[in-house]
């Protein structure tokens, strides 16, 4: 989301792929059937369950980025993730063998530096969420990152059951949110937020799930954000897949290097 913002496709040509529309698994390439859930009738309401999640101090990640909408398309960017959980992400994004950005993303705002034309940008929460026209915020962005529930159980939640998955059913501020759980291993298999009051939806599929550090992490999400933009009232679609190569669960923390150099412009 962030890379579109500031219109890194300048440093990439348009591909005509459309890869974000399909996940990896057991490196076999499956279609994703996104209203597949959405024709269930009836749900079971059932106890609580604790779902399986990655625990951590800090991470590191080696992963592949591609971007897919009407205005913008581009494939397989190189990015190195850095997080403190719950606090702190930090991404850098290479090409052809150096670094064209850099970004630093807080509970309260997103500072991203396009090093390719000498340029930064600063977001609130606020700002990214009209840019997209659908309420974002730290917890929905470091879900994608690491397969958590974006928002902790609490009181009012109620779990379902629909076919082999635990819903888990919240309301957070303007969005309403339903996390389905595997029933097999209890980790977040999918995810589906809807604005309060509008037809506007995020949904997150995870896939390709591996063993770190005790934990089972999924290597692949695809995030896909409909909504209905405000001028015209069309529907918009963007597609984002996140593919990590390596990832490290550690207890130390690798640093986070971020600063703006005084000859940056800044841009809106």
């Known amino acids: 989301m962030l890379l579109s913002v500031i219109s890194l496709s300048a440093c990439h040509k348009n591909r005509t792929s459309k890869t974000a529309g399909l996940i990896v698994k057991d490196s076999t390439v499956v ?8 024709s269930v009738a009836v749900a079971e309401t059932v106890e609580p369950v604790k779902v399986n999640e990655v625990s951590f101090e800090y991470l590191t990640a080696k992963s592949k980025f591609s971007f897919d909408s009407k205005k913008q398309n581009f494939d397989n960017t190189n990015v190195n993730i850095r997080m403190k959980k719950d606090s702190l992400i930090w991404i850098s994004v290479t090409g052809v063998g150096f670094e ?28 990214l969420s009209k840019r997209f026209n659908f309420e974002l915020n730290f917890s929905l962005l470091q879900s994608i990152i690491i397969g958590n529930l974006p928002f902790p159980p609490g009181v009012g939640d ?28 209890l980790k977040l298999s999918s995810l589906k937020a809807i604005e309060t009051g509008k037809e506007n939806t995020f949904t997150l599929q995870y896939a390709d799930f591996r063993t770190i550090s005790d934990a089972l992490f999924p290597f692949t999400s695809l995030v896909t954000l409909n909504v209905k933009l405000p001028q015209d009232q069309q529907n918009s679609e963007t597609k984002i897949t996140l593919k990590h ?23 809106m």
Do not use: C, W
Not at 159 to 184: C, M, P, W
């Open 245 to 267: 190569s390596k990832v490290d669960l550690v207890s130390q923390s690798p640093g986070f290097p971020f600063s703006v150099p005084s000859g940056y412009t800044r841009k």
């Open 100 to 127: 064209v950005a850099r970004g630093l993303i807080t509970r309260d705002s997103i500072v991203f530096m396009d090093k390719f034309h000498k340029n930064y940008f600063v977001f609130t929460y606020e700002q």
């Open 31 to 38: 279609a994703v059937d996104s209203s597949r859930r959405d």
């Open 158 to 185: 109620t779990f379902t059951k629909e076919d082999n998955f635990y819903v888990l059913n919240q309301n957070a501020g303007r969005i309403g949110v339903n996390n389905y759980i595997a029933s097999d291993n």
